[in-house]
């Protein structure tokens, strides 16, 4: 069974930085595509970032360009979100999820990030 | 960036009968388009890619169709399970997009 399990979020002051893993079990990891995708409570998602298999490429959301870095392990099946300079529009529940062709066929159930002073 | 819009913003339909819920992309997405149903507390579920192909264990009352511009999700014979927030998502053009959803509620 695939499972994908975010942690690493929590209570952070403007400014700060936070970094988020995403551990995964049931397949073979190294094959695919990766991404974090956030949703504010109540409201819609938003795609954040991706990264290629082995890490070679990544791709970023224009209101994260600059602060967030993605990054993965292929030897320990995670996946990172690294994010500084946080700010309150940063708020959100971050799932990762695995890129299926371009569709998200497995995700998450999140981690909560909380940017407030 | 592709602006995906759904409507209706919320629909109330009553158990067994059917719901049809629509996607407008603001240009063309070819065939590009994933639907996802969200529970609360639960993460997204890919129900439909490539506008109408079921994913892995999705049943067959959810059905897709459409191309370019206009999609639509149908779910036949509703049932209590199927009440949530459904999502559209273009993944033709970078950076990839979701419709702001239609919940699904009971009637």
């Known amino acids: 069974e695939v499972q994908l399990v975010e942690s690493g979020g929590g209570l952070i002051q403007p400014g700060g930085s936070l970094r988020l893993s995403c551990a995964a079990s049931g397949f073979t990891f190294s094959n695919f595509w990766l991404n974090w995708v956030r949703q504010v409570p109540g409201k819609g998602l938003v795609w954040v970032s991706r990264?290629?298999?082995?890490?070679?490429?990544?791709d970023y959301a224009d209101s994260v360009k600059g602060r967030f870095t993605i990054s993965r392990d292929n030897a320990e099946n995670t996946l990172y979100l690294q994010m500084n300079s946080l700010r309150a529009e940063d708020t959100a529940l971050y799932h990762c999820a695995r890129d299926f062709y371009g569709a998200y066929d497995h995700w998450g159930q999140g981690t909560p990030v909380a940017v407030s002073s | 960036e592709i602006v995906m819009t759904q409507s209706p913003a919320t629909l109330s339909v009553s158990p067994g009968e059917r719901a049809t819920l629509s996607c407008r992309a603001s240009?063309?997405?070819?065939?590009?388009l994933a639907w996802y149903q969200q529970k609360p507390g639960q993460a997204p579920r890919l129900l439909i890619y490539g506008a109408s192909t079921r994913a892995t264990g999705i049943p067959a009352r959810f059905s897709g169709s459409g191309s370019g511009t206009e999609f639509t999700l149908s779910i036949s014979s509703l049932q209590s399970e199927d009440f949530a927030i459904y999502y559209c998502q273009q993944y033709d053009n970078w950076p990839y997009t979701f419709g702001q959803g239609t919940k699904l509620e009971i009637k």
């Open positions: 990264i290629n298999t082995d890490g070679s490429r990544t």
């Open positions: 240009q063309s997405v070819s065939s590009n």
